[in-house]
């Protein structure tokens, strides 16, 4: 029954999403009176299908929640990835631990988009409207491609007893909310997507503002879902390990890098009417990455081209259904971008080339991982050269480009619009240069080795915090937005520390050890007291005792283990971190040795938390800056005229 | 589907290994430092994307002592990955060579940024108050 509903509920979703894009679009023309239809009543229409729309999605995805909530195992999807014996919150994340569910995931983001913007998108009513059909065009095409190639409520007669259960290294809880929180805000950038597609053909342009709160809400879910699946490949994988720069990981970090420069540009757009037609190219880009990485991800095109072959029809349909997206959108950009009104007028020196200059670094450092991504699969199909685009791609490409703009960084918030003034920007910023020279001193006083790569990194570091702080103490009473950008701004320099200080200064130890021996890594010594068997609810795991010795006493006791779980026939590391806040001592067992001897792995990491530390600060600026918005919004006094607090 | 069991069933089967050879290290601390450097710097064939210093896999293991058995014998590093790459192709190196089929691979980050920094340059000219165009 279950699987049915949810079926239906996706056939009635598909249906009013076409009847959101017909109404939505028809919604967008201009108001004649004598004209047989009503762009009024369109609009009501394009409204109402959408919130009908989303009640459906949601049905279906509950349904298939409850799927999987009840092992219900008649249905393909549950059985293939679920397992009565699951704890109940991996039966719950079973339901996007897999390509059809996950891609529901997909439909229900973009649905809960769609009300949203139907619900309280500002801007006017033909904006609202063209945008609506956008999403209802997207919405349908997505529904299509779920019920043709990856239904998830396929049926399986006779049922199976059990399930297959889930891939051990996705029963996480990191793993658990990291899938979502990255279709938050993959998918939030179709909202900027929509809204951009509809400023082209209505030619409105308050669309940047309209827009503003859903690009905000999509880059605060990006950089928290990038952080998490990061800090997961750090404690997960047992190599100690926090970015690989592998194609899954590129597909995540490329739409980041747009949707930051599109928040950049728009707000120039916003403000003084600058950029307007490269703000709507790179709302454009932002989605159409989004929707290459869901490609990538969910074709198998990245592994191999093989991988692909194996499944035509899938990668075929996505294959399609994104060059229509995207090449709908560019020939709309193409044909109406040059009848708007561009260019406002601005100094050489100004906060808007400032602007300008961030979104030029910002595309250099994503052409840089879009071009190490995607060139040797092309390679490789087109003369059978395979090559291997690996971190020292990156090392010469991205992190120079990279660490170019973080040293213009604090520019930006120091130049006045319209007419900056770069001395007394400068003057202003002697103290961060200060702080930047203390942290270069610091690294060459503490740190060994005292490498130049280190220097640099914490001097362009202390620089971007410092020009942060200054941008706090002194803008007293200023608002919101200043101090969103400066703690974003902030944010950056925080990952770099953790960033340099994790792969410059690692230290890391690989020993046999038998019961009560010791083995020293970095500035710890650690005495192994031996492995005991623990029987979790769906594995079972090997654990060992390292206790953490300081002289003769045991500060605490590291227990890092190895886990099998029968179900799967797969078998995990859980790895064990105590950190200090400054420095991660991390523990992964290895293999038996025999005689009660096992290998350990350990490494000692400065500075790793402020890797994910420095995510959480800029997505703190993120919600800092749209809390701005929204009080704005709810019809608080504008901050602008608000006295100082 | 089967690109993700794939991967799932080497990362399964790379996980009860180890980082790099535990008899297999060199006493000399230089040449120690030497040696696991040059193992990052080589991809582990049947991994994804991993090096060989990091992967568990047998056939990594393999090419670890191949590594350390050239170096044992005297050869610097240009040879040794001269070597592997007569015998495995360009794949096997992290970092992708300088040569014709990737000049555009190495160009195009800086291709755009130049691009798009000349555009930027033709902008903020012509948006300049007292340009003729303005108004």
Sequence with gaps: ?645 | MIRTLFFLLLLAASVPAVAAPVADTFANPITETRARALQRQLRCLVCQGESIDESGATLAADLRHLVRQQIADGKNDQQIKDYLVARYGVFILMQPPLQPDTYLLWLAPFVVLFGAGGIAFWVIRRARPTGPETL
């Design chain 1, 1 to 645: 029954m279950l699987g049915e509903l949810g079926q239906l509920a996706l056939c009635f979703a598909l249906g009013l999403s076409l009847v959101m894009a017909v109404a939505g679009l028809l919604g967008a023309r201009a108001d004649a009176p004598n004209s047989g239809l009503n762009s009024e009543l369109a609009r009501s229409i394009a409204s109402a299908s959408t919130m009908g729309m989303m009640v459906f999605v949601v049905l279906a995805f509950g349904a298939l929640l409850m799927g999987f909530v009840t092992s219900d195992f008649s249905i393909a999807a549950v059985a293939n990835n679920s397992h009565t014996l699951k704890p109940m919150i991996y039966k719950i994340t079973g339901v996007w631990g897999n390509h059809e569910g996950s891609m529901l995931l997909w439909v229900l983001v973009l649905s809960l988009y769609a009300g949203a913007v139907a619900a309280m998108g500002r801007g006017g009513a033909r904006l609202t409207s063209a945008a609506l059909g956008v999403q209802g065009l997207l919405a349908a095409a997505f529904i299509l491609f779920i019920l043709f190639t990856s239904n998830p409520f396929l049926r399986l007669d006779p049922a199976p007893f059990e399930g297959a259960g889930l891939n051990p290294l996705l029963q996480d809880p990191g793993l658990a909310i990291h899938p979502p929180m990255l279709y938050a805000g993959y998918v939030g950038l179709s909202a900027s997507f929509s809204y951009a597609a509809a400023a082209l053909m209505v030619g409105e342009a308050g669309w940047a503002r309209a827009a503003r709160p859903f690009m905000l809400i999509a880059w605060i879910a990006l950089t928290c879902g990038i952080a998490l699946g990061s800090w997961w490949a750090y404690y997960e994988l047992g190599w100690g390990g926090f970015w690989f720069w592998d194609p899954v990981e590129n597909a995540s970090l490329m739409p980041w890098l747009i949707a930051t420069a599109l928040l950049h540009s728009a707000l120039a757009t916003e403000k003084s009417g600058a950029f307007r037609t490269w703000t709507l190219l790179l709302a454009i880009g932002g989605f159409s990455l989004s929707l290459i990485g869901t490609f990538l991800v969910r074709s198998g095109v990245l592994s191999s081209v093989h991988a692909f072959a194996s499944d035509p029809t899938r990668g075929f349909f996505i294959m399609v259904l994104i060059l229509c997206a995207i090449g709908g959108a560019l020939a709309l950009f193409a044909w109406r971008a040059p009848t708007l009104q561009g260019g406002a007028s601005f100094d050489t020196v100004s906060r808007e080339s400032a602007l300008l200059l961030n979104n030029v670094f910002l595309v250099g450092a994503c052409a840089a991982v879009f071009v190490g991504t995607l060139y040797p699969l092309g390679l490789d199909a087109m003369t059978g050269q395979k090559i291997s685009v690996g971190p020292p791609y990156y090392a010469l490409t991205f992190a120079p480009i990279f660490l170019a703009l973080l040293l213009l960084v604090p520019f930006g918030p120091k130049l006045g619009w319209r007419r900056g003034d770069l001395k007394a920007s400068f003057h202003a910023l002697m103290p961060a240069l200060g702080l930047a020279g203390v942290a270069a001193v610091a690294v060459l006083a503490i740190a060994s080795p005292r490498t130049l790569t280190g220097m640099m990194a914490f001097a362009v570091a202390g620089w971007v915090i410092g020009a942060s702080i200054l941008d706090i103490i002194k803008r007293k009473g200023a608002r919101a937005s200043a101090f969103a950008a400066a703690l974003a701004h902030a944010g950056l320099g925080v990952t770099l520390m953790g960033v340099a200080g994790t792969t410059l200064w690692r230290s890391e130890a690989l020993d046999v050890v038998g019961p009560g021996e010791t083995m020293t890594v970095g500035p710890y010594t650690l005495r192994f007291d031996g492995v005991t068997q623990v029987q979790g609810p769906n594995f079972q795991a090997t654990q060992a005792q390292l206790a953490l010795m300081d002289g003769g006493r045991v500060v605490t006791v590291l227990r890092p283990e190895k886990r099998v779980y029968p179900a799967e026939g797969q078998e995990t590391a859980d790895t064990a971190i105590r950190t200090t806040g400054l420095r991660d001592l991390y523990l992964a067992l290895g293999d038996d040795r025999g005689n009660g001897r096992w290998t350990i792995r350990a490494y000692v990491s400065p500075l790793a938390p402020f890797i994910w530390l420095g995510a959480l600060v800029m997505a703190a600026g993120g919600f800092l800056s749209l809390w701005g918005r929204l009080r704005v919004k709810l019809g608080a006094p504008s901050p602008a005229v608000q006295p100082a607090e």
